[in-house]
């Protein structure tokens, strides 16, 4: 067994080391004389550069044939590299190469690419091939190859100068090459995709399945001259092709044609893009199309061949996939040719006849069309339209329609000599559209126009719109239009426009909210078709439209008059009217073209109305959809300009009267030059400006306010009234977009009435800011003085209020103080028990509710007051407790204080140690006052000056600024009020020491507080 396996593997051996010799030999030794023969055999048939990677050759890869591959293959011209592949691989039979006969068995061409380009000159880069002027000493091909194998080609014709490009992939392409006397042919099929086609700039068809059978070239090799035939396959759409090229100079000669299948009518409809688009469909087996394009001529990149189309269809019938309408009987027949000089000037179409119908409905259309530059038109056609077949044919889910649409078209003549043929009196043009009761109705809106009548008539350059009326919603509708010359609009050039007059009148129309329903998809479609409509740029439009009575819901107008001028680039607002039971409102605007992309509006509001509730035309929002909230759009600028006047206007639960607003708004700028209006308790005039900063609003200006003689409870009730609802704060919410800015509130009235507390002239002056309001001057009389306010008011999120006043009080009767202020203990303080005047000045902190109620229990102040020619006359205090003085002096006692001090803490009144000069006798003066307890003070009285010194001496000393003086005999006494009745008794020196202890330390208290709430406030 093992000499027997010996044998075998000697054997075997024997057999692989002539074939690992030969392996050897030819990639050592011939593989440099292959490599010679095919650089030879380039060199001498190309002008072009080529390169390859390597040259790989194999006498096993494919025994008992050699095989020579070569890679990384490259042929440029110029700039552009016109072929690449991978690998090309060529096989040739080992014998035949002793022989000296390089006979081809298969060629391999894998992943080649090819570009055919001509740039924008016209020229064209591709492989030159040199002219051979003697016989090849090189290598004798053998053409006769019966496999040519092609994968994976990528082949792109450019053509910059025409505006054409072709991109297609070959998947796969088998062909056989053939020899015959002085011809080369080459035989087979393809596969592949045409990924892209343009034709003079525009998209004409991309991912289209493409196919050659049984195709047949053949190259005559003494003239060049090529000739093919085959069937050529797009979709399922099959062309025969057949014809000759032959390479003249830069170009072509060439006669080829392309015959369609006329059983394939549904393969060559499935060709047009639009057909793909709708879902149409051709259902009828027994239609024809007959399909000839015959192209002939000498073509090179920037010279058209000779085109000639011919075309028929007969009994083609075609339906949208899914509706029951059906395009029926259509038959045509035509040709197309570019004639002589293969341009659009030579062009010429014809139609024969061509002929549809659905149902009901017809279209015919007859004539030609000579030279495309300038258009010779001879063409007739007519059309009768019932509405109820489009609907079953295109079936618009929110349009029906009903009624009949005949067009008629009779052209004859050049399109450029149109305009002057509508100064004669024989038309060239003649066409008319007449409407015969259609109606239409859009869903879900309800939108309704019935029985529409009229024509559209067009005659030369002219067209008019003539008796069109209809009913829209219930209200009748009357149109009419003209326009002398509508030829801009058809060769939109430059220069030249078309100006047209277009009248719409309705009368009596009334719509509800059910009518202008729309769910949120069509909405959003309406939105982006607005944006997306653009004006005709050559059309001047002037537009009226007038409503003799319109009404939406609850809201009527009398009559509406709005004229419109309308470009491309600007609008004309010159006449808006609308005339309420109110009164008159008028609107006019302009729009005009920018050197930006933005477009600058400018808008005139003028009204004048008796009355006007805000409430009827839109109610306050709880919450704001962040999604669904608009600013002004970026691509316009808005100018509006504003004179309303109003007799009365009714906003929430305020109302007003003659109100008039003058105001300009831009660039979202807004300057108010005036907002006067009256309300129950005066008249106020105001301007601000409202400047957009760095996306917030800052509020400046003045309001002046004239106030009537007021009562404040009145004036807080008509506040509580009117007010907004208090709203929470979102802990989520933003930065405040709206910020006051040095706002200047002036206040004027003649009398203002508290309780019973009276004061005239008053006059403030406030600035609001952000955060608070500075009370620069507040004036007013009272108690027969002169009083002077001053400082800062502040409120919170809660809208409590808090105000910190200065207080500059002079010449203030004692006596109407008192009186005022002496609360149940009338028989104590009045006004028949003192006199004198007074000078106040210091500061108050007052806090108010959101009611602007005075919280009493939260105030806190510190005036300074001084007394001056004071008298207590009658004083029971005085004369009850000082019997033992002679009555005379008793009664009417003299007396000063240039330095009183009185602290507000809470609902307390307090008064520190002070000294009152007396014309009985110098008094040392410390007490309180509250709501509840009522008065409490003690006296320190002079006993020296009150029995030892002269009536006329303290007198004296009362008027003269000098300091009080105690001498050494002092008297104390304590006064409490108790059921609003005043007790007077005497106490110990030591009780009175305690008490003014226990006052001082509550008067340091409130002082500090006092400071804090100061620092606070300057803060």
Not at 296 to 312: K, M, Q, R
Not at 616 to 641: C, G, I, M, R
Not at 918 to 924: C, F, K, V
Request: charged residues 25%; negative net charge.
């Amino acid at each position: 067994m093992k000499i027997l396996l010996r044998l075998v593997g000697v054997i075997a051996l024997l057999l692989f080391l002539p074939l690992l010799f030969l392996e050897l030999a030819v990639s050592v030794w011939y593989k440099h004389d292959v490599v010679q023969e095919l650089q030879f055999l380039a060199n001498e048939s190309l002008e072009s550069e080529i390169t390859f990677d390597n040259i790989e050759v194999s006498a096993l890869r494919h025994f008992p044939e050699l095989t020579i591959s070569v890679l990384g293959l490259s042929i440029k011209e110029d700039k552009y590299e016109v072929l690449y592949s991978d690998r090309m691989g060529m096989q040739i039979n080992l014998l035949d190469i002793y022989d000296n006969n390089y006979a081809l068995s298969k060629i391999e061409i894998i992943r080649p690419r090819f570009l055919a380009p001509v740039d924008s000159t016209g020229q064209k880069f591709m492989i030159r091939v040199k002219k051979k002027t003697s016989p090849s000493t090189g290598l004798r091909l053998m053409l006769d190859v019966p496999a040519i194998e092609i994968r994976d080609a990528l082949i792109i014709i450019n053509n910059e100068y025409k505006g054409n490009r072709i991109r297609m992939n070959i998947e796969k392409g088998d062909f056989r090459l053939r020899s015959f006397d002085d011809l080369l042919e080459f035989k087979g099929d393809a596969f592949g995709v045409l990924d892209t086609m343009i034709s003079k700039g525009r998209l004409s068809q991309t991912a289209v399945p493409i196919a050659a059978h049984q195709s047949t070239l053949r190259l005559n090799t003494l003239d060049s001259r090529i000739l093919f035939d085959g069937t050529l396959q797009l979709y399922n759409a099959h062309l025969k092709a057949y014809g000759l090229l032959k390479p003249i100079g830069y170009g072509n000669m060439l006669d080829i044609t392309l015959e369609g299948d006329e059983a394939r009518v549904n393969e060559y409809v499935a060709l047009i893009p639009q057909f793909q688009t709708l879902n149409f469909h051709q259902h009828n087996p027994d239609a024809r199309l007959q399909l000839t394009i015959h192209n002939s001529g000498y073509v090179d990149p920037v010279t058209f061949p000779n085109i000639d189309i011919l075309f028929e269809m007969k009994d083609a019938s075609f339906s949208r996939a899914g509706l029951p309408g059906i395009v029926d009987s259509v038959n045509f027949r035509g040709h197309f040719s570019n004639g002589k000089l293969r341009n659009a000037k030579t062009s010429e179409m014809v139609i024969d006849f061509g002929r549809a119908k659905v149902d009901n409905s017809f279209f015919a259309i007859q004539g030609y069309i000579r030279n495309f530059d300038d258009p010779y038109i001879d063409m007739k056609a007519s059309s009768e339209i019932e509405l109820e077949d489009v609907n079953e044919l295109l079936d618009f889910p929110d349009l029906e329609m009903a009624g009949s649409i005949r067009i008629h078209a009779d052209v004859k003549g050049r399109m450029s000599e149109l305009e002057k043929m509508r100064q004669t009196k024989e038309p060239h043009f003649n066409g008319e559209i007449i409407f015969e009761n259609v109606w239409l109705l859009k869903k879900p809106s309800n939108i309704k126009i019935e029985q529409l009548h009229g024509k559209v008539v067009v005659k030369n350059t002219e067209l008019s719109m003539q008796n069109l009326h209809a009913r829209y919603n219930q209200a009748k509708i009357n149109i009419s239009g003209h326009t002398p010359n509508f030829m801009p609009l058809v060769e939109q050039k430059s220069g030249r426009k078309s100006h047209a007059q277009l009248s719409i009148i309705l009368d009596n129309l009334a719509l509800t909210e059910a009518d202008l329903v729309m769910d949120k998809k069509e909405d959003k479609e309406e939105a982006s078709n607005l944006a997306a409509f653009q004006f005709p740029d050559f059309l001047n439009l002037n537009c009226n439209i007038i409503f003799n009575q319109f009404a939406y819901e609850d809201y009527r107008a009398e009559s509406i008059d709005i004229g419109l001028s309308l470009t491309s680039d600007s609008m004309l607002l010159h006449k808006g009217h609308v005339k309420f039971d109110q009164g008159d409102f008028w609107l006019e605007g302009v729009s005009r073209p920018s050197t930006t992309e933005a477009k600058n509006y400018e808008i005139w509001l003028k009204a004048d109305l008796d009355h006007i509730n805000t409430n009827n035309y839109w109610q306050p929002k709880t919450a704001v959809n962040k999604k669904e909230s608009s600013t002004l759009p970026d691509y316009a600028a808005f100018t509006v300009h504003t004179d309303l006047k109003f007799k009365s206007l009714t906003h929430d639960k305020i109302t007003l009267q003659d109100i008039h607003i003058v105001s300009d708004m831009q660039d979202q700028n807004i300057h108010t030059r005036t907002l006067d209006f009256s309300f129950p308790y005066g008249q106020v005039q105001s301007r601000f400006d409202m400047l957009l900063i760095d996306s917030v609003y800052h509020l400046e200006g003045k309001s002046t306010v004239a106030l009537t003689a007021i009562d404040i409870d009145s004036i807080k009730q008509y506040y509580n009234t009117i007010k907004p609802q208090v709203q929470k704060e979102d802990s989520t919410s933003k930065e405040s977009t709206f910020i006051i800015d040095g706002y200047t509130f002036e206040l004027t009235a003649p009398q203002v009435n508290y309780k019973d507390i009276v004061a005239d002239q008053l006059a403030i002056q406030l600035q609001l800011n952000e955060n608070h309001i500075r009370l620069d001057h507040a004036a007013f009389e009272l108690f027969e003085g002169q009083i002077n306010l001053s400082g800062i008011i502040k409120q919170d999120k809660y809208s409590e209020v808090k105000a910190f006043c200065n207080i500059d009080a002079k010449h203030i009767d004692l006596g109407s103080l008192t009186n005022q202020f002496g609360g149940p203990n009338k028989e104590l303080f009045s006004k028949k028990h003192f006199k004198g005047e007074v000078g106040v000045g210091g500061q108050v902190l007052l806090q108010f509710n959101h009611k602007l109620e005075h919280q009493e229990d939260e105030m806190l102040g510190k005036i300074k007051v001084s007394l001056s020619n004071g008298e207590l006359m009658e004083f029971p205090p005085i004369t009850e407790s000082l019997k033992f003085i002679k009555q005379a002096n008793r009664d009417t006692i003299l007396l000063a204080n240039r330095n009183l001090e009185v602290l507000f803490h809470n609902d307390e009144v307090l008064l520190p140690r002070t000294v009152f000069k007396t014309s009985l006798s110098n008094i040392e003066f410390s007490g309180y006052h509250n709501k509840d307890i009522g008065f409490g003070f003690d006296l320190q009285v002079s006993v020296g000056d009150l029995l030892f010194k002269s009536q006329k001496k303290k007198r004296k000393q009362v008027r003269e600024n000098k300091q009080a003086t105690f001498g050494a005999i002092k008297h104390y006494l304590q006064a409490r009020s108790e059921n609003g009745k005043m007790h007077i008794q005497s106490m110990k020196k030591k009780e009175y020491r305690e008490d003014l202890e226990r006052l001082n330390h509550r008067y340091a208290h409130v002082d500090s507080t006092l400071k804090m709430m100061n620092l606070q406030i300057a803060q």
